[in-house]
């Protein structure tokens, strides 16, 4: 016997009914994208409706891992610590068609990024959606996709220099450089 829930969504809810603090109780989220996907996806996004399917994708999989978990059953064990890969979760546990998939994933998250990856995606994709920093055809090292245009600021290059140099003393912050 199977158990089949519809999912009844609205477009833009994950972050309002709280989704994005709950995944990182679901599955521990990672701060930064792998370097592999973080360099290729703004070339493959290159349009509004894409960084829009891409949200609804991502929204998709943040109500899945909400209501049943990693899959149904499964707390521990492989993949608890979120490297299932996304394209393969919605495919299996959301029971997504491979025609949506393939739409609506870029290539490198279709074939690279984890569930652990699901939260910094989501803020990158939607931070490119209102045209703030980094984006489809601008440079990609958004390194806080989140923050509002009214708290950012050029950077002073002494600073920047400062910020690059600690860095680069940290593996913690590689991800940053």
């Known amino acids: 016997n199977a158990l ?3 999912h009844y969504m609205y477009a ?4 309002a009914r709280g989704g994005l603090a709950a ?4 599955v521990p989220q990672a701060l930064a994208l792998p370097a592999g996907i973080a360099e290729v ?5 290159d349009t509004r409706e894409q960084i829009v399917r891409l949200l609804g994708l991502l929204e998709q999989a943040i109500h899945f891992l909400d209501a049943v978990g990693l899959r149904p059953g499964q707390a521990e064990g492989p993949g608890a610590d979120g490297d299932i890969l996304l394209s393969a979760y919605l495919r299996d546990v959301g029971a997504m068609d491979e025609t949506r998939l393939a739409s609506g994933l870029p290539t ?3 074939q690279h990024a984890m569930l652990k990856h699901i939260r910094v995606l989501f803020l ?3 931070d490119w959606l209102a045209g703030n920093g980094a984006g489809p055809g601008v440079d990609a ?3 806080l996709p989140g923050v509002l245009p009214r708290y950012r600021t050029v950077m002073p290059a002494e600073l920047r220099d400062s910020l690059l140099a600690a860095c ?3 593996s913690e912050l590689a991800a940053v450089l």
């Open 23 to 26: 995944l990182q109780a679901i």
């Open 4 to 6: 089949q829930v519809r």
């Open 141 to 143: 090292a958004n390194l």
């Open 124 to 126: 990158t994709a939607e």
């Open 168 to 170: 680069a003393r940290c």
């Open 41 to 45: 996806l703004s070339s493959e996004l």
């Open 12 to 15: 833009g809810e994950a972050r």
């Open 108 to 110: 490198s998250v279709a």
